[in-house]
């Protein structure tokens, strides 16, 4: 939940669990975040619902959201008549280059790509000024762009996708299989690089294979910058350096754009929902709205 001075007021985390239906799962927790807004004094003015997957942000509609096990769910319509408000339904990447854009690491640019690297990888493509869904909604589906050909197989059924090797998720389970230390987390990795020689593996694989996507990407929309956010981004340095030797080597004959960390982290796409709540409640969004506080005082955690 966000104040009217853009700054966060309030969260509310639930876990997801197999046997909930997952409809009527997010339509409880929209509900007990407007009870929240109440008992703490504030009017909701509308709400912003971000999900993976091919969404329908025109018609409101989630097509298919397969962690999320959605299809065809009119998010708009169900959650509407539930809280009596505006509602904007977007893609969880696309919102979170929204907020990029108004106060992050965007900032000022109508052309750049936002990559967060959690779980999976999607990216939001932003082309003069506004985010592109694509003529199927399914437009920065990049985790699943092959950069190692005949590479390990994906849950999608392909070989070699860039999300098998640098989303956080595949890196995990790489390392995993490749015999190192049971349970470790991207994370924890990323703090091993130096001693296990499995840890160096993946992450070199990781970050060899997003340069290579990165590049793939520069050269077909020419962005003025580069934003990586997730996990895998909190490693700085370690990761940034080598994904940016990476994707300079892969443009030999260009200069590769900027490449920095999400001004919001985690936090991405729940700002990028609240500013799309704000416009479909037709509320202003100014320049800066939404900026953490770390980037007000001049600390920002850019790379």
Not at 5 to 15: C, E, T
Not at 54 to 71: K, P, Q
Request: aromatic residues 6%.
């Amino acid at each position: 939940m966000f104040g009217e001075d853009g700054q966060f007021r309030h969260a509310l985390v639930v876990p997801s669990r197999a046997d909930d239906d997952p409809v009527e799962a997010v339509r409880s927790l929209c509900r007990q975040l407007r009870d929240d807004a109440l008992a703490l004094g504030a009017t909701p003015a509308a709400i912003g619902v971000v999900t993976p997957g091919l969404v329908d942000e025109t018609e409101g509609v989630v097509r298919y959201a397969a962690n999320l096990r959605f299809r065809n769910v009119p998010l708009r319509a169900f959650i509407g008549a539930d809280l009596g408000l505006p509602v904007a339904v977007g893609h969880d990447a696309r919102a979170a280059g929204i907020a990029e854009a108004v106060a992050g690491a965007a900032s000022g640019l109508d052309n750049f790509l936002l990559l967060p690297l959690g779980t999976g990888i999607a990216a939001a493509v932003v082309v003069h000024g506004a985010p592109v869904p694509g003529a199927t909604g399914s437009a920065g589906e990049v985790g699943h762009m092959p950069v190692y050909p005949g590479g390990e197989p994906c849950s999608c059924g392909q070989r070699g996708c860039l999300e098998v090797y640098a989303s956080a998720g595949g890196l995990a389970r790489r390392y995993a299989r490749l015999g190192g230390t049971p349970g470790l987390d991207s994370q924890a990795i990323a703090e091993a690089v130096a001693t296990d020689p499995v840890a160096r593996t993946v992450w070199d694989d990781a970050t060899q294979a997003l340069g290579t996507a990165l590049a793939t990407l520069t050269l077909t929309l020419d962005p003025a910058r580069i934003i990586l956010g997730g996990g895998l981004a909190d490693a700085g340095v370690l990761f940034f350096d080598p994904v940016r030797d990476a994707l300079h080597a892969a443009l030999a004959w260009r200069t590769p754009p900027p490449l920095l960390r999400s001004a919001f982290g985690a936090q991405a796409a729940q700002v990028g929902a609240a500013i799309m709540a704000r416009r479909k409640a037709d509320l202003p969004v100014p320049d800066g709205w939404g900026v953490p506080e770390l980037a007000r005082t001049g600390a920002g955690p850019y790379v």
